[in-house]
């Protein structure tokens, strides 16, 4: 008997039980006919639906399902039966076939909408029967809307597909006898548990490899804030891991029996447990709402998730991030508890274990060191339970021998600091942990080794808070805690970056501690009623005294928690070819040493939000922001020497005039360039974009696009004159561009002497993957220079389809849109800052209401960090003048408000 043969009760039913049978081939017996199973399988879904809204278990009501199956299909099987020729019609006891479940209907596990695998197991001589029972199985199942993965195999047939393909292996395992000759069951099962097992060591591989494979496709860290419930890492499939696992190791898939045999520890098995029943009701829910199978936590299911397990969120947390937050803490116990399995099982040998305590090399008293793991004597297992310091130790020498901390050693640490209070840390523990944070390495593995065992908690307590805490917006990809680690591993790859200014600069630094510290702590202060930003220096000045860090460095520490987000705001929002930008920035940020740091911290918090945030352009603003502030710190006169660079950038220009183009239009033009321009762009590239503007003598614009390969984006430029032409050149160029299916990513705007407008567009197109070809190219820039045209239409935009959930994850909008007027930065423009969550044609809807409020466009910066985007612009009036009439701000807000919806 399989571990899924466990004998089911009758299914609970509230109906009346109606009977309807047809006559069999000799007209004695009756048999249930399968048309009537549909109404019965509807029925008996609403049943359990009332069951599930009553708060009744998810196992309990997988287990209802299951049995609602089981009747369905027995009676189908029955009435295929009916059907054969009397000649060939056999006792069901001598059939030579079986029925069998498998998957997740043969583990008893069904969701509402899930598939049900069935293998028609049969001996080899009775081919020609079994695939005329096949055939009517599959149809009947089929019409009466079951979800069929079905098979016709032998037992040799099922033996070797398992024996060779992980899918087919951990199916198989969960195999349970339905109907027909249970003796045909008996002897396959065998021969796959005692076969299996011979090949342990293989198939353990095999599966490790699938699973590593299904985790890379739907999300590999706990922590992803859309998760598939079954398939992401510590969702169902790492419980079911265990289970096949075990099977492999030890022909069971039973926790408790697992537990019994001392290959998985009660506490593990527990915390498995808990999270299985716990997402089981989750899924089961997902599928009841969707009616269909549905396994995608998106953020609009997760808001409705919450106010369905009735979260009401606390201060400084939505109920949303409340219900995450506990899913987070389930499936991370998963994860934990599944991996551990994993290494038990492709270790597991008493000689290799023997070997392993009998060769270990003493290291520091406390610990050893074997050919596999590292671990503690019963004396250090003791001192590392209640002390911190000790742990860091053991860390330093699992990093030094590159082995791994031995699984029973990792779970005591961790039982015990799970209990252990936090309190005062001795200089021991400072010392070591300050020791760790300077270095670079595989510092960012350490601290979630750290955070896994609760030991960084007991170092920094706010991390604590932050264990599991999503923020909910459509920015950030990864929750707090793994966002902060996460930022510190990217900026130590800057180690091996030998061709950047980011990479430069990283290693110069003499002492990256604080950096590393700042990087850790930028985002706890989130999940509070007040700015992140401020409550995270007051918990970057409490973990300042508690690591006794001297007084330069609380404060440095201090800053840059404090002022994490300044670099990327001035950058991206402001002017960075006026002058007072950068002074006005580097009056914050008050010394070299600090812009460094700051710089460094900017890009790692940018680049660890989530996959595609950082482009080129984005870099190229943050350095171009940086070589002007650097310069009022290392100059005698504040400037001189970042304007030194910028003049020999256009000397170098000038030397590559063409002669078609006069020396005296050529020095104007070059002159004008923007600075960002000329710190990006070599000098012969761009002196041949500038040698173009001269056919504008006889063209009413120029365009003109490239694949920029190492962003996966397309940059398109356009060139046109102001004088004569129609009003509004930016919105009708981004209105085209948005028709033709682009994503604007970012957007620069710019005027040259001769009143020549020189706009330029980094988009992503959304129907090409990778380079896209020529003819695309141009299609698009004759797109362009035919909506410059007096007359043009204004662009339609096509209706892209998106999957349901992801068009309900786009109408929500949980942070509202924000409208900014600054009149005090510039001297000469209103500045309007945007932020709304991104959508096909947004930008040409708000650059369409500029120019109809009568707002003439000096500079624009769009930037698009994931789903959500920030939008820049500079105006004034008709006339030259800042909007400062109350009234007149009131209206340009309100229509750009309506324009984001």
């Known amino acids: ?208 490899a699938a699973r590593r494979e299904e985790r890379r496709k739907y999300g590999e860290t706990i922590y992803l804030l859309e998760p598939n419930i079954k398939r992401s890492r510590g969702g169902l499939r790492d419980v079911q891991l265990v289970r096949w696992l075990g099977f492999v190791r030890y022909g069971t898939t039973d926790l408790g029996k697992l537990t019994e045999l001392e290959a998985l520890p009660a506490e593990d098995a527990q915390a498995l447990q808990r999270g299985y029943h716990y997402l089981l009701r989750i899924r089961h829910q997902m599928h009841f709402e969707a009616k269909r199978a549905h396994d995608q936590l998106d953020r609009a299911l997760q808001m409705r998730l919450a106010e369905w397990a009735g979260c009401r969120g606390a201060k400084g947390i939505l109920p949303v991030e409340q219900f995450m937050q506990e899913y987070f803490a389930h499936t991370s116990e998963i994860r934990y508890a599944s991996a551990h399995m994993l290494e038990n099982v492709k270790w597991q040998s008493p000689l290799g274990t023997s070997l392993q305590r009998t060769v270990g090399m003493p290291v520091q008293r406390d610990y050893r060191v074997g050919f596999r793991y590292v671990w503690a004597t019963r004396s250090g297992l003791e001192r590392l339970k209640r002390d911190p310091a000790a742990v860091l130790e053991l860390m330093a020498v699992s990093s030094r ?32 942990f300050l020791r760790l944070m300077a270095q670079s390495g595989n510092l960012a593995d350490q601290l979630r080794r750290l955070h896994e065992l609760r030991v960084l908690e007991q170092i920094l307590p706010a991390m604590k808070h932050a264990r599991c805490l999503l923020q909910f917006n459509q920015y950030h990809k990864y929750t707090v805690d793994a966002h902060c680690i996460r930022a510190v591993e990217c900026v130590t790859e800057l180690e091996q970056d030998r061709t950047s200014l980011l990479g430069s600069v990283y290693r110069s630094l003499r002492d990256k501690t604080i950096l590393h510290l700042a990087l850790l702590l930028h985002d706890l202060g989130k999940g509070y009623p007040e700015d992140h930003s401020e409550v995270g220096a007051r918990i970057a000045a409490e973990i300042a005294d508690r690591l006794r860090l001297n007084p330069q460095d609380k404060e440095t520490l201090i800053f840059l ?126 002196a041949s974009e500038l040698a173009r503007l001269r056919e504008l003598d006889h063209k009413h614009c120029l365009t003109w696009g490239r694949f920029i390969d190492s962003q996966k984006a397309l940059e398109f430029v356009v060139a046109t004159r102001q004088t004569g032409r129609p009003i509004g050149t930016f919105h009708r160029i981004t209105g085209t561009l948005s028709s033709m299916g682009m994503q604007i990513i970012a957007a620069e705007i710019h005027t040259q002497p001769a009143d020549i407008a020189w706009d330029r567009f980094l988009v992503q197109d959304t129907e090409f993957e990778g380079t896209p070809p020529a003819e695309r190219i141009d299609a698009i820039c004759s797109a362009m220079e035919q909506c410059l045209a007096p007359d043009s239409p204004p662009p339609s935009f096509r209706k892209v389809w998106k999957p349901r959930s992801q068009q309900l994850t786009d109408g929500m909008q949980v942070q509202p849109t924000q409208v900014r007027f600054d009149n005090s930065t510039s001297d000469r423009h209103t500045i309007i800052t945007l932020f709304a969550y991104d959508r096909m044609g947004l930008l040409y809807a708000v650059s369409k209401v500029l120019f109809d409020m009568q707002l003439v466009l000096h500079s624009a910066k769009i930037s698009t960090h994931l789903d959500q985007v920030v939008d820049v612009f500079y105006v004034t009036d008709m006339n030259g003048n800042k909007i400062t009439e109350s009234t007149r701000l009131y209206m340009i807000r309100q229509r750009l408000l309506q324009a984001c919806q």
């Open 561 to 686: 928690v404090q002022h994490h987000l300044l670099m990327v705001h001035t950058a991206f929002r402001f002017d960075l070819s006026d002058d007072e930008t950068a002074v006005r920035f580097a009056a914050v940020v008050g010394s070299s040493e600090r812009l460094q740091l700051l710089l460094l911290l900017t890009y790692a918090d940018l680049a660890s939000v989530g996959p595609g945030v950082v482009n080129e352009w984005k870099v190229d603003l943050l350095l171009q922001l940086y070589y002007q502030t650097d310069a009022h710190f290392r100059d005698e006169r504040p400037g001189e020497g970042f304007h030194e660079d910028i003049l020999q950038r256009r000397d170098a220009i000038r030397i590559h005039r063409p002669e078609a183009c006069p020396q005296a239009w050529w020095d104007e033009q070059v002159d004008a360039l923007p600075i960002g321009y000329l710190i990006r762009t070599p000098a012969a590239l761009a």
């Open 1 to 208: 008997m399989t571990d899924q043969e466990q004998q089911l009760p009758a299914r609970r039913s509230t109906a009346k039980s109606v009977s309807h049978v047809v006559p069999t081939g000799d007209g004695n017996a009756t048999v249930a006919a399968p048309v009537a199973m549909r109404k019965q399988l509807k029925t008996g879904r609403l049943e359990i639906r009332a069951l599930h809204d009553k708060g009744v278990s998810g196992l309990e009501v997988a287990r209802e399902l299951t049995k609602l199956t089981d009747e369905i299909l027995s009676a189908i099987y029955q009435w295929a039966v009916a059907q054969l020729p009397n000649e060939v019609r056999i006792d069901e006891e001598d059939a030579p076939w079986a029925l069998v479940a498998h998957g997740g209907y043969g583990r008893c596990d069904l969701a509402p909408f899930s598939d049900v695998d069935l293998m028609l197991l049969h001996q080899p001589s009775a081919a020609e029967p079994a695939e005329t029972i096949a055939r009517l199985l599959n149809q009947a199942i089929t019409d009466v809307g079951l979800q069929l993965g079905f098979s016709l195999r032998t037992a040799a047939q099922a033996w070797k597909l398992a024996w060779s393909d992980a899918t087919v292996l951990t199916s198989l395992s969960e195999s349970r006898f339905l109907a027909g000759n249970r003796q045909v069951f008996d002897q396959y099962w065998h021969g796959l548990v005692t076969g299996t097992r011979r090949r342990a060591r293989r198939l353990i591989t095999l599966i490790e």
């Open 401 to 432: 021998y590159g082995k791994p901390i031995d699984p029973v050693t990792w779970r005591e640490i961790r039982t015990a600091m799970r209990k252990r209070k936090i309190g005062e840390i001795d200089q021991v523990t400072i010392e070591r």
